[in-house]
């Protein structure tokens, strides 16, 4: 049974900070390059960050570049997101996922996604 499970979402003002969480269970994936999406309603999930299983690559989308930081604890199979000076446009489920080669950018291209957790920035 290959898990992921996503927490530390919730409703915080803008300018606040959040820190999201990804613990898998059932399979290791430290060698995996690892993916945080966010989706709202009308529009198309899309990857907010990823970073490899070492970490020497890292992406992050530019709206959240200088404000999010993505890591990693291989020993603990688990992924987070700092999430720091949020804004309303932030608001959005956010999802875990685990990628399984080609492209980073495509939801096609990840294997396994976590529940998601929601992501509420007031003004």
């Known amino acids: 049974q290959v898990q992921l499970v996503e927490s530390g979402g919730g409703l915080v003002q803008a300018g606040g900070s959040l820190r999201l969480s990804c613990a898998a269970s059932g399979r290791t994936f430290s060698s995996y390059t690892m993916g945080w999406f966010r989706q709202t309603p009308g529009k198309e999930r899309e990857l907010v960050a990823a970073?490899?299983?070492?970490?020497?690559?890292?992406y992050y989308a530019d709206p959240v570049k200088g404000r999010f930081t993505i890591s990693r604890d291989n020993a603990k199979n688990t992924v987070h997101l700092q999430m720091n000076n949020l804004k309303p446009e932030d608001t959005a489920v956010y999802y875990c996922a685990v990628h399984r080669g080609g492209s980073y950018y495509d939801r096609s291209s990840y294997d396994y996604w976590g529940q998601g957790t929601q992501v509420t920035v007031s003004s």
């Open positions: 970073v490899t299983w070492n970490t020497v690559i890292i």
